[in-house]
């Protein structure tokens, strides 16, 4: 009964993002490959998945464009963003990626929906919902690095910033 519900739930969300997209994306517009093959859109997904899967699509989408922000300013690879400090433990930039943990994704349903943010992020398909962000946290915690930034942007449980 779970997984029915789950199946039609998901459907009508896919359906109801496709009709926004259909909507308001030109027609010249082009999506990046949803492929789990593509390391790049891997790494974001992963990115979305362990960071924010919790969250509102908007919510994933604006931890996908701090990534891509990321990738513009320093130019590197998305993977090289999402993994940057990874080697030490618990000093890393996205948490998930030196915690410890495993970083193979687990419910297939939200994996799928990480991989389409990703994709739609890095074509270049979506609003910068965060607000030109660079950096985000949970809003229930309070890093002594925010302090020196501009909020940009609150969605969901996360608060977004950029360098003043």
Not at 107 to 120: F, G, I, P, T, Y
Not at 131 to 143: L, Q
Not at 150 to 157: D, Q
Request: net charge positive.
């Amino acid at each position: 009964m779970y997984l029915k519900t789950l199946s039609i739930l998901t459907a009508a969300f896919l359906s109801l993002l496709f009709f926004i997209m259909a909507t308001f994306m030109p027609a010249a517009t082009t999506l990046v490959a949803s492929s789990p093959d593509d390391a790049d859109t891997k790494c974001l997904a992963q990115a979305v998945y362990f960071e924010a899967r919790g969250e509102p699509f908007s919510g994933q989408v604006a931890v996908a464009q701090v990534v891509h922000n990321r990738v513009v300013e320093k130019d590197m690879s998305y993977c090289k963003v999402v993994f940057e400090g990874s080697t030490r433990r618990n000093a890393c930039q996205f948490s998930f990626a030196c915690d410890g943990k495993s970083d193979a994704a687990t419910d297939k349903v939200s994996w799928q929906r990480a991989l389409m943010v990703a994709s739609l992020v890095r074509g270049g398909n979506m609003r910068d919902l965060s607000g030109e962000a660079t950096f985000y946290h949970a809003n229930y915690v309070s890093p002594t690095w925010s302090k020196s930034l501009k909020v940009t942007a609150s969605i969901g449980n996360h608060i977004f910033y950029r360098q003043m």
